[in-house]
């Protein structure tokens, strides 16, 4: 007899009269609201507006969901689409299946119109949201644990997945829970994310690449212990040769983009306020510095013009001085002479 173990849920839905509430949805849409939470105060400490997030989250999500349940069903077609299904079951959202994959990339196409629409940088806001999505992941995966699905191999571990429901194929027992390692990673993923932004002050995409390249170390080993059914290609599942090529695609880009673009960007959301302050003050800064320059090059001799135009104008002084000395007698016994000349003529 097993002596510990995680339990799963009798039921993955509550009706509220004629409404189903399902666990599944409740997961994603828990998920989202912590996205948008920690995107929004990440945005604000990077000199965005408060609310910006949102805005684009309103593209963002539903271009996610379409994306995601997209990539299921093209990979999993044969669930929908064989002999004896339903196809209309590709609709049943509710039930289970959206691909990350999907999720991310069609996720990305509909924020990118609502930065557009902003005239906000893409890259920036995805470095913002970037920790938020992985624990919007997080939170995601125990929806699997409600609908008993996306288990791994028969184990007897103590924290054993205990598997009762018989349908779609399944079999009760005790197996891994890929859902709670993946819940646990993603968790881990945010936290270095984080960490990582703050210590390297990463910018233009890079922290969001550093997401998708540490989410797919992990997803290629969750994915090997899974048991559900999926496509092989050369031995290995289809998600695994994905989170290859993904993970590889975001290091390239965090090479690349650190050797073209490094630093931070300066401004990623006009007209907000305090935007813009960090490159007003280096403006400042060098203007100063400038003037600076220029007048110490005057009060050594410099070239006339440096600076602020501060070494011209004490030109122009020393000209009329010069000028103005030039009709004047040059010692004390002409202007002597002077004065008695001026009183003669006026006796």
């Not at 993955?12 to 920690?38: K, M």
């Not at 644990?145 to 079999?171: C, D, K, M």
Request: proline residues 5%; hydrophobic residues 45%; glycine residues 14%.
């Amino acid at each position: 007899m097993e002596l510990a173990y995680i339990p799963s849920p009798s039921r993955g839905v509550l009706y509220l009269g004629p409404i189903p509430l399902r666990g599944y949805a409740f997961c994603i849409i828990i998920g989202v609201f912590i996205a948008v939470w920690l995107g929004n105060k990440r945005w604000v400490a990077r000199g965005g507006r408060s609310g910006t997030v949102a805005d684009i989250a309103v593209w963002a999500v539903p271009f996610g969901l379409v994306g995601g349940r997209l990539y299921h069903v093209i990979t999993d077609y044969e669930l929908y689409f064989s002999e004896g299904r339903d196809w209309v079951d590709a609709f049943k959202v509710w039930e289970g299946g959206l691909g990350i994959w999907g999720a991310i990339a069609l996720g990305a196409l509909g924020a990118w119109i609502g930065a557009r629409r902003r005239g906000i940088p893409m890259p920036a806001y995805a470095d913002a949201v970037a920790p938020g999505i992985a624990l919007a992941q997080a939170m995601g995966r125990w929806g699997n644990w409600f609908n008993q699905e996306l288990y791994g191999r028969e184990t007897h571990v103590p924290w054993a997945l205990h598997i009762t429901s018989s349908e779609g194929g399944r079999v009760p027992g005790y197996y891994h829970p890929t859902f709670l390692y993946e819940s646990l990673w993603c968790i881990g993923v945010a936290l270095l994310v984080i960490w990582a932004d703050r210590r390297f002050k990463m910018g233009h995409g890079r922290a969001f690449a550093l997401y998708v390249a540490a989410y797919c170390v992990g997803r290629a080993w969750i994915e090997y212990m899974r048991v559900d059914d999926a496509h092989h290609i050369l031995g290995l599942r289809l998600n695994d040769w994905t989170a290859l090529i993904v993970f590889l695609l975001a290091v390239a880009y965090i090479v690349v983009s650190a050797r073209k673009r490094p630093g931070r960007e300066a401004v990623v959301e006009p007209g907000a306020p305090g935007a813009g302050t960090a490159a007003t003050e280096a403006e400042a800064g060098d203007e100063d510095g400038n003037a600076a320059v220029g007048r110490t090059a005057d009060e050594a001799g410099g070239e006339p013009g440096d600076g602020d135009g501060t070494g011209a104008k004490a030109e122009d002084r020393a000209g009329d001085r010069v000028e103005d000395s030039a009709g004047e007698p040059a010692g004390p016994d002409e202007a002597a002479a002077k004065d008695e000349a001026e009183s003669a003529r006026k006796s």
